[in-house]
């Protein structure tokens, strides 16, 4: 399964920026998407999460900015990040836990996008 992430970029504080991710490959069935971040000299961190047919999970420090939706007739899934800060600078990456035609089920990560939020 490969995971494709596009849309980050360089925005000023209090902008907007919208990422993508897209899975292709082999895939049977995708039962969670999600977003996870990496800042300089951070772990990586859960950002929200979509389970096929069920509950969407947001980290605390959203507060409402951001949105995850998902288009699972192009196994894609979206990032909208509003009223963006400083802090949110960090390399985002893409998830799925997916199970393969070859009844294969893992945890599989796109190779990360960079948004930078200026002050």
């Known amino acids: 399964v490969q995971l494709q992430a596009s849309g980050g970029g360089l925005v000023q504080s209090g902008g907007s920026l919208r990422l993508s991710c897209a899975a292709s490959?082999?895939?049977?069935?995708?039962?969670?998407m999600g977003w996870y971040r990496q800042a300089l000299g951070k772990q990586r961190e859960l950002v929200a999460e979509s389970v096929t047919g069920g509950t969407t999970t947001y980290a605390d420090f959203m507060k409402g900015r951001f949105t995850i939706s998902r288009d699972n007739t192009k196994n894609t899934v979206y990032l909208q990040m509003n009223s963006l800060k400083a802090e949110d600078t960090a390399v985002y990456y893409c998830n799925a836990v997916a199970t393969t035609i070859s009844v294969r089920r893992g945890s599989f990560w796109g190779q990360g996008t960079q948004v930078t939020v200026s002050s």
């Open positions: 490959g082999n895939i049977f069935s995708i039962n969670i």
